[in-house]
């Protein structure tokens, strides 16, 4: 893969918000795409954060192409690659989605679609919630339309949950979770851009087990995906979310067991 001009633009909103980050001194690799940016966690082998800027005036609809790649800018050993994803049932979940960055010229987006098949922007998902119209891929279709039919600016951060207690595979700690971010600039009082942000979770726990260090991946079962506070994002992962937090759209509320809001289709979603 060659590198291609362009990253995550903190300002594309016309409000500043910074990458996430971890809250740790963890080893990261930065590194930037057209129009997004993978910030991977060295150890871990898989992202930390993502951060994807979209125009939805001027995004593009292009068929799907691009084979799955390491990024030569960082050491193999430093990537989940092809051998996790081998002979099981997992998929190689994108984190930048293909079609996110896809805006500009037509040959830019081809170029920024074709990146997002680099190894840093992938994660294991279960097949079964990472090809569902319903729920993740459902979420991430409401976005994107939300952004192509209002012609607005959107950027989306997502990324796993990158738990120390998630089960080891072929060397790699399986994510049980996943955590998004959608942001966008409305009109404020003053008449200046106002962020706002909407925060979800997808939880696949029931679906990956490990029996006798084999991985299990149940073919059907129960995923959950929820709209939840920006905040608690922040505290689950473990990620600085900056400005995001306090740009929440979901009301306010005291912290209880049941403000995480369980998503049964695109018409729950609150943006």
């Known amino acids: 893969m060659t ?4 990253r995550y633009e903190p300002g594309f909103l016309g409000v500043e918000v910074g990458m996430p980050r971890p809250l740790d001194d963890r080893e990261l690799r930065e590194l930037p795409y057209p129009h997004f940016t993978v910030v991977l966690d060295a150890r871990r082998r898989l992202a930390a954060a993502t951060g994807v800027n979209i125009d939805g005036a001027s995004l593009w609809d292009l068929e799907r192409t691009g084979d799955w790649k390491i990024d030569p800018r960082v050491p193999a050993s430093e990537q989940a690659g092809r051998a996790l994803y081998a002979d099981n049932d997992l998929d190689r979940g994108h984190l930048v989605r293909r079609r996110d960055p896809g805006w500009g010229t037509e040959a830019e987006a081809r170029a920024a679609a074709a990146a ?25 279709d409401h ?9 607005l600016r959107v950027s989306v ?13 072929r060397g790699i700690a399986i994510p049980r979770r996943f955590w998004k971010v959608a942001a966008w600039a409305e009109s404020g009082a003053d008449g200046d851009p106002a962020l706002a942000a909407s925060g979800f979770v997808l939880d696949q726990s029931s679906l990956i087990r490990l029996d006798d260090r084999a991985l299990v991946v149940a073919r059907l079962g129960s995923f959950r995906t929820f709209q939840v506070p920006i905040a608690d994002i922040a ?19 005291p912290v209880r067991a049941d403000r995480w809001t369980e998503l049964s289709g695109a018409s729950d979603i609150r943006l």
Not at 3 to 6: I, P, S
Not at 125 to 136: G, T
Not at 157 to 169: G, I, R
Not at 235 to 253: E, I, K, N
């Open 143 to 151: 976005v994107l339309r939300f952004a192509e039919t209002t012609d």
């Open 3 to 6: 590198e291609a001009a362009g």
């Open 235 to 253: 505290q689950l992962a473990a990620v600085d979310l900056g400005a995001l937090v306090a740009a929440d759209v979901m009301p306010v509320t």
């Open 116 to 140: 997002t098949f680099a190894y840093p922007n992938a994660a294991p998902q279960a097949s079964v919630f990472n090809q569902s119209k319903d729920l993740w891929l459902g979420l991430e």
């Open 157 to 169: 951060y997502t990324a796993p949950v990158l738990d120390a207690a998630d089960p080891v595979y």
